[in-house]
């Protein structure tokens, strides 16, 4: 065998909370890679509840890699959220008509952050809220509760509101080799021959896999 199979909606038999998250996106403008789960006592197909001011016509994308382990009610604010700052009140008036369309926002007037980008191999932990254009690398953990108001190093630990760099995972040499192996791009029959060098510290083992 060769692993489960990333179109499999509820890969864990008997337990329906946690799906292939890919498999229940509807929108165009999220993107998720093959075996990243979210996890969610009612119901995975909940996750795009919690994506939150993602309107299409703004043209922000959320982009989540592959192997990735996401919590119940983690929270992503979208670009839309955004109000003007640059005048003396941030109340949105032009959506309310009747006149104050007049002050609609110009191009270039709201706040735009770019796409939220999630690495590959992330953990994020329970009710954890990831703000607009936030960029997290692979293997970084988020705590659970965090608020992520600014971009999250590889193989980081971050918490917090807003969330800051506990530590890190590993030394700086181990994670440039490890973001250079990239194992999470491997074939699933790759992936499972190596398992053992994967979830285990054997840095040396791991570059000798990516060799074959």
């Known amino acids: 065998m060769n692993g489960p199979d ?23 403008n999220i993107i998720v890679g093959d075996y990243t789960y979210y996890d969610d006592p009612e119901g995975p197909e909940r996750f795009e509840n919690n994506v939150h001011y993602h ?15 996401i919590a119940k009610d983690t929270k992503f604010i979208m670009n839309g959220a955004n109000h003007k700052v640059s005048g003396f009140s941030t109340y949105p008036f032009q959506i309310f008509g009747n006149g104050w369309e007049r002050v609609m926002p110009k191009a270039g007037d709201l706040p735009y952050k770019g ?10 932990g329970y009710d954890a809220t990831i703000m607009p254009g936030v960029r997290v690398g692979s293997g970084a953990i988020i705590a659970s509760k965090s608020v992520v108001t600014s971009d999250v190093p590889a193989y980081s630990v971050v918490g917090g509101n807003p969330a800051k760099v506990i530590r890190y995972r ?13 194992w999470w791009d491997w074939s699933a029959e790759k992936i499972t021959s190596n398992l053992e060098a994967i979830v285990g510290c054997d840095l040396g083992a791991l570059k000798n896999a990516k060799e074959f």
Not at 116 to 124: F, H, P, Q, R, Y
Not at 170 to 182: C, G, K, P
Request: some cysteine.
């Open 115 to 124: 796409d939220t980008e999630i690495g590959s191999d992330v953990w994020i």
């Open 6 to 28: 990333p179109e499999d909606k509820a890969p864990m038999k008997g337990f329906p909370q946690v799906g292939y998250l890919k498999n229940f996106i509807s929108r165009e």
């Open 55 to 69: 309107f299409p016509f703004i043209g922000d994308k959320l982009k989540i890699g592959k192997f990735c382990a």
């Open 170 to 182: 590993f030394d700086e040499d181990t994670i440039r080799e490890l973001l250079a192996i990239s």
